[in-house]
């Protein structure tokens, strides 16, 4: 299991990714757990856990966790000019009474 799957998805369905999470961290007596948050990866079935903590895979949790928070990350995101001229190309709009674009991004036409 990878714990920045669920981890990296929280706002697009955060009762069941931080459902994961707790279910993650509590797996194998807490071993999955350590001084840098989550191991990589592990299997519940072997007991084998990986020794190592990769920061991207740390990072997306840290920043998805804000982002519920808030959405300062895709709010941020969103304000680029690049990506406001993608998201134009794509054909997506902000609808005018949905969410900002920080929360739902858009929806296609």
Do not use: Q
């Amino acid at each position: 299991m990878v714990p920045c799957a669920p981890g990296g998805s929280p706002p697009f369905a955060p009762r069941e990714c931080l459902g994961a999470l707790i279910g993650m961290r509590r797996a194998l007596s807490g071993r999955t757990w350590g001084t840098y948050g989550f191991a990589d990866a592990f299997n519940p079935h072997t007991g084998w856990i990986a020794e190592d903590v990769v920061a991207i895979n740390v990072v997306i949790t840290l920043v998805m966790a804000e982002n519920l928070r808030g959405g300062f990350a895709w709010r941020t995101f969103a304000r680029a000019p690049e990506v406001r001229r993608g998201f134009a190309r794509a054909g997506f709009t902000r609808e005018p009474d949905g969410p900002p674009p920080a929360r739902g991004l858009a929806r296609a036409r």
